[in-house]
C-alpha cells in the first residue's frame, strides 16, 4: 500500500510531552492566582476597597431642620421659619452630558433621557423659559445658581429629574410678622442660623431642631446613579416657645411709651405689665424697639429690654419697701403720728423734701402719699442697718429676676458695712441703691399678691413638633410679708390716689394703688456726678383683689423735673389692660387713709 506523502509518521516525543504539560500547569496555577485574587477583591473584599469605591460615589445633602416658632400668650406668631431651596448646577457636568438616565415610577425601568428633554422639564416645574434654563445649565462653572427660595415639595419633584450636575442646598428663612413689636423680647438671628439676642439667643438650642441628611450616589461621570443608594434621614424640627406676653397689650404699651418719650423728648422710656397672680408678663414694652427683621435698622443699645438690662436709682418708689419694713417689724403703722419739719437732720446728715412746707404733722400714709424723704428717713431710721439691708433683699433687690433674656441685670445693693453715713439713709427712698424696672415691679407684686413674691414668668411653655405643650413651671415663691402688712401697705397706695398727690393716676370706675418716683441719672461719660433724671410710676388694680401691676419709666426726660407725670400714661395703659382681660368695676369702698393728724 503506498503512503501518502501529506501525512507525517512522525509521533511527539516524551520530551515533547513534558514540556506540554509543564507549560499547561504554569498557565493554570496563573489563572488560579488570577482569580483566587479576583474572588478576594470582589468576593470577600478583605481590603475594604468596595467600600471604599462606594463612599467615593456616595453624595450628602444636608437637610435643614425648621427652626422653632416664637409666639405670644393667644398663639399669635412672632417668629417663624419656613424651608426653601436653592437649586444650583455645576455647569461642566451638565453641558458634556447629552443623555442620561431616570427611573420610571410606573414602568420601574430606568428611561433614557436626552439634556434637551431634561431641560425642558425643569423649566416646567420652575415655571420659567427653557432658554433661561438652558443658559444656566450651559457653562464652564462649577456652581451657579438657577433657583432660590424654591418650597420643598417642589425640590423634591426637581431632584426625581435626576438632571445631571443639578442640585439642592436647602435654607431656612426666618420671617418676624408682626415687626418690631416685643421686636427686643424676641431677638434675631446671626447669619440667619444662630441666636443673636431676645429668646432666639437664649432659646436657641430649644428652637433651632437637628439636621437631616439625604445620600445618594454619582457615577464616574458625575451623574446621579438613579436605582443606587438614596438614604434619608429627616430632619427633626425644633420647638416652639410659648411666651406669656400679649402681642395687643405689647403694641399699646410701646405707642404709649413712645408718644410719651417723644412729648418729654427723654433719651428712652419703658413700661411693664405684670398678672399679680401668675406672675406672668404681659408687655415689656420699649422705645425705639428694633423689627427683627432689619435689627441694623436701631442701635446697638436699643435692641435689648431696658426694663430688665437698665439698672438705675429708683427713686421714691422705694419707700413702699420702707413702709413693709418697718409695719411688719412691729416699728410703725400706717395712721402713726410723724412730726415732719422742712428738713430733717439726722447724724449729721440733712434731708429735705422736693416741695416747700413748714414743720406737718403727718401720718405714715401720708408721708408716701406726699413722698416725703424727712417722713421716711425718720421712720425708717427706727430699724437697724442690717434691717434695712434684709428687707431690701427680701424684696428682690440685688437678685437678677432670670425671666429668659440675655444680660438682665442685677443691679447695686452694698453690704450695710459698706454704706457711708449718708447712704444708709438714701437707700430708705431709692437712691445709694440701683435695680431693673422688672426688679421693682416684682417688689409691687408681692404686696398685690397678698405678700407672696412670684418669680416674675415670660417663657410658659414648649411646643414639641408633635403639639405636645410642655409647660416651664413656675420658680418658688415666697412669702415676704404677711397678708395683713400687705393689705396695709396697699391702703397707704390706695391713699395716696384718692387723698395724696398721685391723684392723675385714678381710673374711673376702679380702685387705684400707685407711687411715684424721680432719682437723679448718673451721668453718661461715667464720670462723678449726675446728668438728668429718671421718672417713674408703679400702680396696681382694681385694689379690691389686684390683678395686673403697671409700671411706667422715663429717661432723662426734658424740661422741670416737677413739670414730669407718667399719670396719664399709667392710666391709658392699665384702663386698656383691665378693659383687654374683662376685669370688673370695683365695688368696695376706696381707702382713704388721712394724710395729716389733726
Known amino acids: 500500500m503506498a ?57 450628602p ?30 455647569q461642566t457636568v451638565n453641558t458634556s452630558t447629552e443623555t442620561f438616565h431616570r427611573f420610571n415610577d410606573k414602568t420601574e425601568k430606568l428611561d433614557e433621557i436626552t439634556r434637551d428633554q431634561g431641560i425642558a422639564d425643569l423649566a416646567g416645574l420652575l415655571g420659567a423659559d427653557e432658554s433661561t434654563i438652558r443658559e444656566s445649565l450651559t457653562g464652564e462653572k462649577k456652581y451657579f445658581v438657577v433657583a432660590k427660595d424654591v418650597k420643598p415639595e417642589l425640590e423634591d419633584r426637581i431632584s426625581k429629574l435626576y438632571i445631571p450636575g443639578l442640585s439642592a442646598e436647602g435654607v431656612s428663612k426666618r420671617v418676624y410678622p408682626n415687626g418690631s413689636v416685643a421686636g427686643g423680647v424676641v431677638g434675631f438671628l446671626k447669619d440667619g442660623t444662630n441666636g443673636q439676642a431676645g429668646i432666639e439667643q437664649t432659646q436657641d438650642e430649644v428652637l433651632r431642631g437637628v439636621e437631616g ?11 446621579r446613579i438613579p436605582v443606587a443608594t438614596d438614604e434619608l434621614t429627616p430632619a427633626v424640627d425644633g420647638s416652639d416657645v410659648k411666651l406669656t406676653l400679649n402681642t395687643d397689650i405689647q403694641y399699646f404699651a410701646q405707642q404709649a411709651i413712645q408718644s410719651q418719650v417723644n412729648k418729654m423728648n427723654a433719651e428712652w422710656g419703658s413700661i411693664v405689665v405684670i398678672d399679680t397672680k401668675t406672675g406672668n408678663l404681659i408687655a415689656l414694652a420699649d422705645t425705639n424697639s428694633p423689627d427683627p427683621n432689619d435689627p441694623g435698622k436701631v442701635d446697638a443699645k436699643d435692641r435689648g429690654v431696658r426694663s430688665v438690662t437698665a439698672a438705675y436709682e429708683p427713686g421714691s418708689v422705694q419707700k ?33 423734701d422736693a416741695f416747700e412746707h413748714g414743720t406737718e404733722e403727718r401720718t405714715l400714709a401720708g408721708i408716701l402719699g406726699w413722698s416725703m424723704n424727712t417722713g421716711t428717713v425718720m421712720a425708717g431710721s427706727r430699724l437697724t442697718k442690717e434691717q434695712r439691708y434684709d428687707w431690701l433683699k427680701k424684696f428682690g433687690i440685688g437678685e437678677q429676676t432670670d425671666i429668659g433674656l440675655p444680660a438682665e441685670a442685677t443691679g447695686i445693693l452694698a453690704k450695710p458695712e459698706q454704706w457711708d453715713d449718708r447712704q444708709q439713709y438714701t437707700v430708705l427712698f431709692g437712691q445709694g441703691v440701683s435695680q431693673s424696672t422688672l426688679q421693682t415691679v416684682r417688689a409691687f407684686q408681692s404686696i398685690a399678691n397678698d405678700g407672696v413674691m412670684l418669680q416674675p414668668r415670660l417663657i410658659d411653655s414648649y411646643i414639641t413638633p408633635e403639639g405636645e405643650e410642655q409647660k416651664v413651671p413656675a420658680k418658688d415663691s415666697r412669702q415676704v ?29 376702679y380702685r387705684v394703688g400707685a407711687k411715684t418716683g424721680t432719682s437723679q441719672a448718673p451721668r453718661e461719660d461715667g464720670l462723678p456726678g449726675f446728668d438728668g433724671f429718671t421718672a417713674s410710676m408703679v400702680g396696681m388694680a382694681p385694689m379690691d383683689d389686684p390683678r395686673f401691676i403697671v409700671e411706667v419709666v422715663l429717661q432723662r426726660p426734658k424740661g422741670n423735673i416737677y413739670g414730669v407725670t407718667n399719670g396719664p400714661v399709667f392710666r391709658s395703659v392699665m ?7 374683662n376685669v370688673a368695676p370695683s365695688t368696695g369702698t376706696p381707702a382713704r387713709l388721712p394724710q395729716f393728724v389733726k
Do not use: C, W
Open 3 to 59: 503512503k501518502n506523502p501529506g501525512t507525517s509518521t512522525k509521533t511527539k516525543t516524551p520530551a515533547a510531552r513534558k514540556r506540554l504539560r509543564v507549560g499547561l500547569g504554569i498557565m493554570l496555577t496563573l489563572l488560579l492566582v488570577v482569580g483566587g485574587k479576583l474572588f478576594m477583591v470582589q468576593g470577600l473584599d478583605m481590603g475594604g476597597m468596595a467600600e471604599a469605591a462606594l463612599a467615593s460615589r456616595l453624595t
Open 61 to 90: 445633602q444636608i437637610l435643614p431642620a425648621e427652626r422653632g416658632q416664637i409666639v405670644d400668650a393667644n398663639g399669635t406668631v412672632l417668629a417663624s421659619s419656613v424651608i426653601r431651596y436653592n437649586i444650583v448646577v455645576d
Open 320 to 352: 413702699m419697701i420702707t413702709a413693709a419694713a418697718v409695719i411688719e417689724e412691729g416699728k410703725s403703722f400706717p395712721l402713726d403720728h410723724f412730726t415732719t419739719p422742712a428738713a430733717y437732720t439726722i447724724d449729721g446728715q440733712t434731708f429735705t
Open 575 to 581: 384702663s386698656q389692660v383691665l378693659r383687654t382681660y
Open 481 to 509: 410679708v404677711s397678708k395683713e402688712t400687705a393689705q396695709q401697705v396697699r391702703d397707704i397706695l390706695e391713699s395716696a390716689v384718692t387723698e395724696g398727690q398721685i391723684k392723675d393716676a385714678a381710673i374711673d370706675g
Open 213 to 223: 441628611k439625604r445620600v445618594f450616589e454619582i457615577g464616574a461621570d458625575g451623574l
